[in-house]
Structures are given as structure tokens and as C-alpha cells.
């Protein structure tokens, strides 16, 4: 049985992690992991706290990124095959992998995302006049579609598709060798790599690492690996976290979440070094 | 400022905008937020019963969200996607197997 104390760590920490992850379509479990971890829980019980917090946080922005049809359910599923895949093979060869040369590549890879996101200005992909309200959305057949921004509405689609894919491929691996979502990954390789707007990057991010973290934790379910107390103070703290971090992203222009999106990086990048 | 023009992007607009999809998340995530806080508030085999019932919620709602996918592109015909939707879940429960299994891992 959870104490009252350790409830109420529990869900203020999924509350910050989920938020901040739902903001950057990070996931959050990389925050909240080494947070939990500071704070005395094991790390082999925080990390499928850490997998709830992102498939709470996935859910509870879903509603959110849905309503603003900036979801590319399309990429997402296109993207996750590769990364689950590799996800399978990273847990697969999980023990063969140093921990700690792994984690300062992650947090390399991290601050060179926050590097290139961050001195890139304005629009890549600007509003076109023959583009109505009506287009925005994902389109059929296709890992295209259009969103709005101000002054009209912009297309886009997904561009080198096998280097993007590559990158999803090292996500899905980091995945399944240290046990996070690798949505800090997946949303810079979608921006910069894939020429995906940061927003939808973002939200779609946020739908594929629900996915990675509903397959592990119905693993850790089944191996009873899963403490129920903690991880309803997880969720708790979780789904109102993510509707919060959804809720403030829309609020932000492109620029500003993909600005706040290489600040979210660096924070990763120094939490990655710096965990115990 | 690194500014491609985009082309239109081919094809009709998906009818695919969350109109159903949005609030049966919001009901997963309504069901969960109740369940978790009913649970923590509850002692003995109810409470536990309770949290359970969270964490069941949300592991499952992101599977059955992509299932739900792959009926709405089978409804716009668009079977290039429905096969990678079933590839998905086909890797999702190879990878559920192979660790129940005990393959790999720490």
C-alpha cells in the first residue's frame, strides 16, 4: 500500500512529466523515470510508471490533438511499425548494449535535435491560397495532409522517408533497450528529418508512444510486475497533465512550440547525464 | 528560414477528425481518472479492484484506438493502410509474446 506522501509525490511528478511531454511529444517517461528514481523508487518499479505516464498522458491529449486534426494517424502507424519492430529486437538484445555509452548517445542525438530545432526560423511548410479549412486534416492514401496556421492553411508531407524511417528504427531500439517511449526521438526526426510541421510531429508523437507503452505495459501486467497503487497515483497525476500540456500547445504558435521543444531537449539531454 | 513550398498533397481529405474517436477518449480517460482516484480513496479488495480497473483502461484504449483505425480505412478503401494497421498490431503482439516468453531482456 502506497502512503499518503508517496501518493501525492507520485502524482505531482506524473503531472509535470505528462504536461511537458504532451507539450514537446516527448512522452515523458524519460523525465519521469530518473525523477522517480531521485526520489528513492526503484528504478525497476519506475519504469512502468513511467510507461503508464505515457500512455496516460497519450489519452488524455488524444481528445485535445483529435479536435484540431493534428494527428497523422497515417505517419504514426507508417512510422510505429518500424519502431515497434525495433523496439522487439532492442529488448531482445537489451543485455548486450552498455547502459551508459547508450545514454550519452541519446543524450547527443537530444541536444542535436535541440540544436537544429531551435536555430530554425519561421514556416517550413507556409499557408497556400487553394488550401481551404476544409482540406486540413490527413489525406487518404497518402502521408500528406494540411493544417492551419495563421493566415490560411499549410500543406505538408512527409519528405526522405528512408532516413526517417532509419531514425524511427533507433527510437524503437532505444525503446526496447532502456525502456522509454523514445518520443524524444520520434518528434524531432518527424520535424527536422521527415519536414513534418512540429505541431503535428508532436501530436502524433503522442499517439504512437501510447501505442509502445499500452504493448510494454500489458507485458509488465502479465508478469505482475505492475504496483496498482502507484500507478493510479501515476495516472492521476498523468491525464491531467496531458490535458493541460495539450491544452497549451494549441495555444502556442509553431515557432514557439518547436523553441520549446529544444529547451525540452536540453533538459533531457542533462536528465540523461545526469541520472543515477 | 528554411521555407519549402509544399504542393497540394493528392487525394481526398480523410473523414477521419476525431468526431467519434475524440470523445470515446475522453470517456477512457473519464473512466480511468474516476477508477484511480476512487481506488486510492478506497482500502481493502475494492480500491484494489479499482486501480486495477485504471491501469486496464489505459493499457488497452491505445490498441483499440489503432483497431479502430484500421475499420475507418477499411471504410475509405484506403488498404494500403489497413494492412500496415494489421502489420502493427501483428508486431505489438509478437513483441507481448516473445517477452511473456521470456526471450531476451534484462
Keep these: 500500500m502506497t502512503s499518503l506522501v508517496d501518493t501525492l509525490d507520485y502524482v505531482g511528478l506524473a503531472f509535470a512529466a505528462a504536461g511537458v511531454g504532451a507539450l514537446g511529444g516527448l512522452g515523458g517517461a524519460v523525465l519521469l ?5 531521485l526520489t528513492g523508487v526503484d528504478a525497476t518499479a519506475a519504469a512502468p510508471l513511467g510507461l503508464i505516464c505515457v500512455a496516460a498522458g497519450s489519452i488524455a491529449a488524444g481528445s485535445q490533438q483529435l479536435a484540431e486534426r493534428s494527428v497523422n494517424h497515417r505517419i504514426g502507424v507508417a512510422t510505429e511499425i518500424v519502431a515497434s519492430t525495433a523496439a522487439v529486437v532492442g529488448a ?15 543524450a547527443m542525438t537530444a541536444l542535436a535535435a535541440a540544436v537544429a530545432g531551435g536555430r530554425r526560423g519561421g514556416l517550413r511548410n507556409p499557408p497556400r491560397d487553394e488550401c481551404r479549412p476544409e482540406d486540413v486534416g490527413e489525406r487518404i492514401g497518402s502521408l500528406s495532409g494540411a493544417y492551419p496556421v495563421a493566415g490560411g492553411v499549410a500543406p505538408y508531407s512527409a519528405q526522405r522517408l528512408p532516413i526517417g524511417l532509419g531514425l524511427m ?27 513534418v ?12 508512444v501510447g501505442i509502445t507503452s499500452a504493448t510494454a505495459l500489458a507485458v509488465f501486467a502479465l508478469q505482475g510486475r505492475i504496483d496498482a497503487s502507484a500507478s493510479a497515483a501515476v495516472i492521476l497525476g498523468s491525464l491531467v497533465g496531458g490535458y493541460v500540456g495539450a491544452r497549451f500547445q494549441a495555444r502556442l504558435s509553431p ?11 536540453v533538459a533531457v539531454a542533462v536528465v540523461l547525464v545526469t541520472k543515477p | 528560414m528554411s521555407e519549402t513550398r509544399q504542393p497540394v498533397p493528392p487525394g481526398g481529405v480523410s473523414s477521419i477528425q476525431g468526431r467519434r474517436q475524440g470523445p470515446a477518449l475522453q470517456v477512457a480517460a473519464g473512466l480511468a481518472l474516476v477508477a484511480a482516484t476512487v481506488g486510492l480513496a478506497l482500502p481493502g479488495a475494492v480500491g484494489e479492484a479499482l486501480t486495477v480497473t485504471s491501469v486496464a483502461v489505459v493499457s488497452a484504449t491505445p490498441l483499440l484506438r489503432v483497431t479502430w483505425l484500421i475499420y475507418r480505412w477499411s471504410e475509405e478503401r484506403d488498404w494500403r493502410f489497413v494492412v500496415l494497421g494489421v502489420a502493427l498490431l501483428g508486431v505489438v503482439g509478437l513483441g507481448a509474446l516473445l517477452a511473456l516468453a521470456g526471450v531476451g531482456g534484462d
Excluded at chain 1, 33 to 37: E, G, N, R, S
Excluded at chain 1, 169 to 195: C, D, Q, R, Y
Design chain 1, 33 to 37: 523515470v530518473p525523477a522517480l528514481v
Design chain 1, 92 to 106: 531482445l538484445v537489451s543485455g548486450l548494449v552498455s547502459e551508459r555509452v547508450l545514454t550519452w548517445l541519446l
Design chain 1, 169 to 195: 528504427a533507433i527510437a524503437g531500439l532505444v525503446a526496447g533497450t532502456i525502456g522509454a517511449s523514445g518520443g524524444f526521438i520520434k518528434t524531432p526526426a518527424m520535424s527536422e528529418v521527415m519536414h
Design chain 1, 197 to 208: 510541421p512540429t505541431k503535428i510531429a508532436a501530436a502524433t508523437t503522442t499517439f504512437t
Design chain 1, 255 to 265: 515557432v514557439a512550440v518547436r523553441r520549446a521543444l529544444s529547451v525540452l531537449l
